[in-house]
C-alpha cells in the first residue's frame, strides 16, 4: 500500500487511519487485539486515540482505549511497526482539561503509561483552549519533541482562523507546527472543511485525517428508511441527520458507483476522500475483522474523475 507524508513531519501512514475509539467501548480487549493484529496485516498501521476514549460509557474514566493499546503493545513487541497517534485537551477530570503547558506535560507521562511507550508519534490537542496563549502550548507542545516524547502534533476541532493564528504562532516563535489538522468531513458534510479549513491547510502543508469519514454510518448504505434508525444506539441521531433529499441523492451515486466497481458504498465514500488532494487519511473504525476487510479494500479503490464529479454533484451544498 502506498503511503503518504503527515504533513512536513516525515512521518509516513497508509491512506487510512484506524480510529481506535471503539477499544474498550463497542469491542473488548481480546477483540481489540485481534482487531491490531488484523490492522498490521492489512498494513494499516497508523492508529489514532485519545486520552479521553471512552470517559462516555458507563463506568468508565477515559483511558480505556489508550490502556488496551498499551496491552496489545506490550504482549505482542510490536512498537516500531506502528504510528500511534493520541490527543489531549478534552475534560480527563477535575482540573484535568486543556492546552495549559502544566497539564499538557501531565498528561503526556499519564499516556505515555497508558500505551506503555516512550514517544508518541503524533500528538493532538484535541480541542482547542481559548483560554492559554497559543504560543505557550506549541512552546510545550516544541519541548516534548526536543525531548524525544513526541515526534510530530496535530489539532483537533480547529476552527481555520485559530489554525492559521497557531501556525504564524509556531513560525514566528520557531517552535514545532501543527503538521495535521483532525476536522470533520465526508460526502454529507463537506461545507465547513472545504468553505474555510482546506484553504489553510492547503496553503501550508497541513496533512489532514478527518472523521466521521463515513458520517456516522451513514455512507455505508444501512440507513435509507425512517424504521432503519433502531440499527444502532446512534441510529435515530444519523436518521434524523441525514436521511433527507439530498442524503438519499448521495446514496444513490454511492450505490452506482458501487455497482460500477463492484465495491460497496462505503468502500466508495473512503475513495473519494482519498482522492481529494487536501486529505491524507480518514479515519475509520472496525469493530469486527470482517468489517476491517471491507475497510482495508477502500485504500485500494480507484475512482476516475467522472465518478468523482458525480459523488460531487450529488453531494453539492
Do not use: C
Not at 10 to 20: E, M, N
Not at 81 to 106: C, F, H, R, W
Not at 136 to 153: H, M, N, P, Q, T
Not at 284 to 296: H, K, N, R
Amino acid at each position: 500500500m502506498s503511503k503518504r507524508e503527515l504533513g512536513r513531519s516525515g512521518i509516513q501512514v497508509p491512506k487510512l487511519t484506524f480510529g481506535g475509539n471503539v477499544f474498550g467501548w463497542t469491542v473488548d480487549q481480546a477483540t481489540s487485539f485481534s482487531i491490531l493484529d488484523a490492522l498490521l496485516e492489512h498494513k494499516l498501521n497508523f492508529i489514532d486515540t485519545a486520552d479521553v476514549y471512552s470517559t462516555w460509557v458507563e463506568g468508565n474514566q477515559g483511558g480505556e482505549s489508550e490502556t488496551i493499546i498499551g496491552n496489545w503493545l506490550k504482549k505482542s513487541g510490536k512498537r516500531e511497526q506502528i504510528i500511534l497517534a493520541t490527543k489531549v485537551g478534552k475534560p480527563m477530570g477535575e482540573g484535568k482539561v486543556g492546552l495549559s503547558p502544566k497539564y499538557i506535560k501531565q498528561a503526556v507521562e499519564a499516556s505515555l503509561k497508558r500505551l506503555q511507550t516512550d514517544y508518541i508519534d503524533l500528538y493532538q490537542s484535541h480541542d482547542d483552549d481559548a483560554d492559554t496563549p497559543l504560543a505557550e502550548s506549541l512552546a510545550a507542545f516544541d519541548a516534548l519533541i526536543k525531548e524525544g516524547k513526541v515526534r510530530a502534533i496535530g489539532a483537533s476541532n480547529y476552527s481555520a482562523a485559530r489554525l492559521a493564528e497557531a501556525l504564524k504562532v509556531s513560525k514566528d516563535n520557531g517552535l514545532a507546527r501543527y503538521e495535521t489538522l483532525q476536522p470533520e468531513y465526508n460526502l454529507y458534510d463537506r461545507k465547513d472543511y472545504e468553505d474555510s479549513l482546506e484553504k489553510v491547510v492547503t496553503e501550508h502543508g497541513v496533512g489532514v485525517i478527518n472523521y466521521y469519514a463515513l458520517a456516522s454510518g451513514f455512507l455505508s448504505g444501512k440507513y435509507r428508511q425512517q424504521s432503519d434508525a433502531s440499527k444502532s444506539k446512534r441510529g435515530e441521531q444519523v436518521v434524523k441527520q441525514y436521511l433527507n433529499d439530498r442524503g438519499l441523492k448521495i446514496l444513490q451515486a454511492l450505490d452506482k458507483l458501487a455497482e460500477k466497481h463492484r465495491a460497496s458504498p462505503t468502500q466508495v465514500a473512503l475513495a473519494w476522500q482519498i482522492a481529494r488532494p487536501s486529505i491524507t487519511a480518514p479515519i475509520v473504525s472496525a469493530t469486527s475483522l470482517q468489517q476491517l476487510s471491507e475497510l482495508a479494500k477502500a485504500a485500494e479503490l480507484k475512482l476516475d474523475s467522472g465518478d468523482i464529479e458525480l459523488l460531487n454533484q450529488a453531494s453539492s451544498y
